[in-house]
């Protein structure tokens, strides 16, 4: 049945254009017309029964092909008119049944069916199409960027705005097919005029020459016909005019056509009651046959009792349900979720909303969802959805990253502008800037002189590429604070559909989810992907078992991570250390005071000072060299020494001697001493 369905129509449409080109028999022909007539009755009611206009997709396909199937069928009439003067029996009834056998009542009933068709119908659906086509197309930007808001915002999930965009699309693709359906409309139904013409000239041309027939004689005989091929070809042209002024004005509904016209006319009762007494009104007028309107205005004024009858139950369901549906504005609900703030938002000034409007060419909404992944593979957390929108506050090419509705971080993309990042960059015109990550001289320059840039040894990066590196350095450096108590359950829910022994071991038995977030977000401070929670979870239910202070819940976290951890300062499998002399880690140990925030080195000032003076200087010396160096020390003072050095170095990653198990080779750049610094080549 499905290989069916799939050759019809390409079957049909071929037998189509073969029509136009081979005789086909009387009876044939009546076949034909039979089915035209009664498929064109069938794609109207299909149309009044649809709810929106896209559940019959398929029509301006329906359209095209019923419209050189009547034309093919015109032309089969002809070619039997003008050879045998005769048509068929349907042809020949419409010419003496349906207009009396009268030529002059004939050409008059075909005028007014060819005036309603092309006159009325169809240049109103075909304004309507084109209007609907343009406006549907104008709105595709806006409800795109409508799409992407919610699904950034968290309202929608990925298949939702799929369906979504798939639907503004296919609405698009609808009504701009309709705005070319309507055309082949209104020219079938000039072609209708042109064929009747031929058919009349030609009938008396063909009847007196060749078939040797008197000028009445080949009147009565071919202009019946020609009228009667006509209104049989009119009357299924009607119905697609028709059908097609139904579907470009229809409103998307919840039901077909005839319910919703129907309760839309019966809803209220005072219209129909004005209507019933008009009606009823017209009966005064002297002369005026009082039987018609005592019927049409008694029909009103039932209907309208009717109403009357069931309105009270109706309002009250109607009232409960928009009670229900509708909560006040100052319920605490609808105030509860005014009031609640994004934890990530990105805000574009006025000129640069370009960048999120697909229409063009803006993919910054498709880049953020991309960073959206890409730091959850990195960092191990989902991040919270980033609500963007545009704010006429800020200053021209201006963009703002807030976190929890503060402010963290400020930047500008320029419109029709690129970021050269570079060291030789005098010779290109623009602005002059810094790269907002990492601080680089760089330099805004016209889209033009992108390629002249790459010559000269420049790095260049669109605008939409900065504002999400910006935003995922943004994301990276607040991680800690973007974990929430619910991210934390939904992760660790996550992890008992694999590992259940390990979660119900360590929460709620040992840890609460509170302290488990408490661990995630310390390591997050310190840049540690928090991925292997199986890991993590499982070092936290050891060392549960004996304390449960945070530092050291963290550092045993730690532990079970080394390889991780060293990995991103390992280079040639190699991983450059910053050490601390013996005597001062053992004045450091000495000098540990437990706190609120945890363990701190209550050391001398003069030494912290100069302490944070060396690791700075062998810091700089190590960059110049094109090496990143880490401080090491002992497992128990590495969160105080962290602390200790943050403030002044955050840059400056602290590390754990046990953690150093990952790294195949350990080279010395420095170590740091009470009292002064001594250097240690390689």
Sequence with gaps: MKRLMQLGVPVGIVFIVVMLVVPLPAIVLDMFIAMNI?????????????????????????????????????????????????????????????????????????????????????????RVAEVGARFTLDAMPGKQMAIDADLNSGLIDEDEARRRRTEVHAEADFYGSMDGASKFVKGDAIAAVVITLVNLIGGFIVGMTQKGLSFSEAIET????????????QIPALLLSVATGLIVTRATGNQDMGSDILAQLTTRQLPLRVAGFAALTLCLIPGMPKIPFIFAGGIMLVVSTRIQENRPEEATAGGESAALALPSPDSPEV???????????????????????????????????????????????????????????????????????????????????????GDFLGSLPGQPTREPVFGLEAKWIPMELRNQAEISGATVVDRASVITTHLAEVVTSHASRLLGREDVKMLTEVIKRTHPVVVEELTP???????????????????????????????????????????????????????AI???????????????????????????????????IAIDPEVGQSVLMQLANL?????????????????????????L??????????????????????????????????????
């Excluded at 071919?222 to 070809?233: E, F, H």
């Excluded at 094109?626 to 401080?631: E, K, M, S, T, W």
């Design 619 to 643: 810091m700089t010396e190590a960059e110049n060299t094109g090496v990143r160096p880490v401080l090491v020390c002992s497992p128990q003072l590495r969160s105080a020494v962290r602390r």
């Design 38 to 126: 009664t498929g064109a009755l069938l794609v109207l009611l299909t149309a009044m029964f649809i709810g929106r206009p896209l559940d019959f997709s398929s029509f301006p396909a329906i359209i095209l092909v019923m419209t050189l199937f009547r034309l093919a069928l015109n032309v089969s009439a002809t070619r039997l008119v003008l050879l045998d003067g005769y048509a068929g029996k349907v042809i020949d009834t419409f010419g003496h049944f349906v207009v009396g056998g009268s030529l002059l009542v004939g050409l008059i009933v075909f005028a007014i069916l060819l005036v309603i068709q092309f006159v009325v119908i169809t240049n109103g659906a075909g």
């Design 222 to 233: 071919y202009s019946l016909l020609s009228i009667g091929d006509g209104l049989v070809s």
């Design 566 to 600: 060293v990995a991103p300062y390992t280079s040639d499998s190699t991983v450059n250390v910053i050490s601390m002399e013996p005597q001062l880690e053992q004045q450091m140990l000495e000098s540990l005071r437990p706190t609120e925030m945890g363990t701190v």
């Design 509 to 563: 038995a040992q840890l609460t989810l509170g302290e488990v977030q408490r661990v995630l977000q310390s390591l997050l401070d310190e840049a540690v992907s928090v991925r292997d929670l199986v890991r993590i979870f499982e070092a936290l239910s050891l060392r549960a078992q004996a304390t449960k202070d945070l530092d050291s819940l963290v550092e045993s976290a730690r532990q079970a991570l080394g390889p």
């Design 335 to 421: 105030l509860a979720g005014e009031i609640q703030v994004d934890p990530l938002g990105l805000e574009l000034s006025a000129d640069i909303i370009d960048l999120v409007d697909p229409s063009a060419g803006g993919d910054l909404l498709e880049r953020v969802k991309a960073l959206r992944r890409k730091v959850a593979g990195d960092i191990g957390i989902v991040v919270p959805p980033v609500r963007t929108r545009d704010n006429l506050d800020l200053p021209m090419h201006t963009y703002a990253i807030k976190l929890f509705g503060i402010e963290v971080a400020r930047g500008e993309s320029p419109k029709g502008c690129v970021l050269a990042i």
């Design 645 to 682: 050095v943050r403030p002044s170095l955050h840059q400056l990653p602290v590390l754990s001697y046990s953690e150093l198990v990952g790294a195949d080779q350990v080279r010395s750049v420095g170590i740091v001493t009470s009292g002064h610094m001594m250097a240690v080549t390689a």
